[in-house]
């Protein structure tokens, strides 16, 4: 199966369609009549594609077990077609169009099995997915958004340590869409720390500071921030100590923090390679929206 520990949940839909055919007239005769001989084909298909899209991950390997919010289906009379609809709905870390189309399959299968007895010309076709949101399909286009990413540490900044958190920090927000423009290593110095701030968020749309956001006594980076920011965020700081804190118990110890000064977001995470990975994950790309909703943009 596909590892999606790093994902978050989402709201996630899909909506999926498929088209029985009958061979004639009767058929349909039979069915608005409720005259098929196995009963209402619609109630029946209902109850075997509710069952089938709550046990999609027992029969498809490499589907994963989540959470089915919502199911709705839907059938139709067209001419000599039934017009099936599924839709589906979860809040988890993974999608759901699968869940749908087992589930048209599943209904238009029913279906066929209820009406063979009476029309030998019933046919299956087209199950299909019609529509899907809520995960990576919903990415927004951020190009253009500059970024500097600067490492608090006494010991990268003086050689004696290698900078792997800003290299990582790098290739993950680069992924993103996002140009970062310096990646630079000072101590973890109060006034230094304030400094690279004032200067560096002229330049740039995004601030990352790595380090220095811990309980020890050489941790000053939240406190050096935080008297320049003018708009905190407290959600994005909750967001990544929530996220964290489901794979590392002491995640709740991390006082990073989070907001613009004036037109700079400015974010913090831990000094470790695993804090940085889980910090970026947890926040991007969804975080970028405030650059949207600053600029007059709806939610």
């Given at each position: 199966m596909?590892?999606i520990?790093?994902k978050i949940?989402t709201?996630?839909?899909?909506?999926?369609?498929?088209?029985?055919?009958?061979?004639?007239?009767?058929?349909?005769?039979?069915?608005?009549?409720?005259?098929?001989?196995k009963?209402?084909?619609?109630?029946?298909?209902?109850?075997a594609?509710?069952?089938a899209?709550?046990?999609?991950?027992?029969?498809?390997?490499?589907?994963?077990?989540?959470?089915?919010?919502?199911?709705?289906?839907?059938?139709?009379?067209s001419?000599?077609?039934?017009?099936?609809?599924?839709?589906?709905?979860?809040?988890?870390k993974?999608?759901v169009?699968?869940?749908?189309?087992?589930?048209?399959?599943?209904?238009?299968?029913?279906?066929?099995?209820?009406l063979?007895?009476?029309?030998?010309g019933?046919?299956?076709k087209?199950?299909?997915?019609?529509?899907?949101?809520?995960?990576?399909?919903d990415?927004?286009?951020?190009?253009?958004l500059?970024?500097?990413?600067?490492?608090?540490?006494?010991s990268?900044s003086?050689?004696?340590?290698?900078?792997?958190?800003?290299?990582?920090?790098?290739?993950?927000?680069?992924?993103?869409?996002?140009?970062i423009?310096?990646?630079?290593?000072?101590?973890?110095?109060?006034l230094?720390?304030?400094?690279?701030?004032k200067?560096?968020s002229?330049?740039?749309?995004?601030l990352?500071?790595?380090?220095?956001t811990?309980?020890?006594f050489?941790?000053?980076t939240p406190?050096?921030?935080?008297?320049?920011?003018?708009?905190?965020i407290?959600?994005?700081?909750?967001?990544?100590?929530a996220?964290?804190?489901?794979?590392?118990?002491?995640?709740?110890?991390?006082?990073?923090i989070a907001?613009?000064?004036?037109?700079?977001?400015v974010?913090?995470?831990?000094?470790?390679?695993?804090?940085v990975?889980?910090?970026?994950?947890?926040?991007?790309?969804?975080?970028?929206?405030v650059f949207?909703?600053?600029?007059?943009q709806?939610?």
């Amino acid at each position: 199966m596909v590892d999606i520990t790093s994902k978050i949940n989402t709201l996630r839909k899909a909506i999926a369609s498929a088209v029985v055919s009958v061979s004639k007239q009767e058929t349909i005769d039979a069915i608005e009549s409720n005259a098929v001989p196995k009963g209402n084909i619609f109630e029946f298909s209902r109850a075997a594609g509710l069952l089938a899209i709550k046990k999609t991950y027992e029969v498809i390997p490499d589907c994963h077990p989540l959470p089915i919010e919502f199911a709705k289906i839907h059938s139709s009379l067209s001419g000599l077609n039934i017009i099936i609809e599924v839709e589906v709905h979860t809040i988890y870390k993974t999608g759901v169009e699968v869940e749908a189309m087992h589930g048209a399959s599943v209904v238009a299968l029913t279906i066929y099995d209820m009406l063979k007895p009476i029309d030998k010309g019933v046919e299956i076709k087209n199950i299909k997915l019609v529509s899907k949101s809520g995960g990576k399909s919903d990415k927004e286009n951020y190009a253009g958004l500059k970024g500097c990413i600067i490492v608090c540490s006494d010991s990268v900044s003086s050689g004696k340590a290698k900078d792997t958190s800003g290299i990582l920090a790098k290739e993950m927000l680069t992924h993103h869409g996002l140009e970062i423009t310096e990646s630079i290593s000072i101590p973890d110095d109060f006034l230094m720390i304030q400094e690279m701030a004032k200067s560096k968020s002229k330049l740039n749309d995004l601030l990352v500071f790595i380090g220095g956001t811990g309980l020890s006594f050489k941790d000053l980076t939240p406190d050096a921030l935080k008297p320049l920011i003018d708009r905190e965020i407290p959600g994005i700081s909750e967001t990544a100590r929530a996220y964290g804190q489901e794979r590392m118990p002491k995640s709740m110890l991390s006082r990073g923090i989070a907001g613009f000064m004036d037109q700079c977001l400015v974010l913090t995470t831990p000094g470790s390679p695993n804090g940085v990975r889980d910090t970026i994950q947890a926040l991007f790309p969804h975080v970028l929206h405030v650059f949207k909703i600053k600029d007059g943009q709806k939610h």
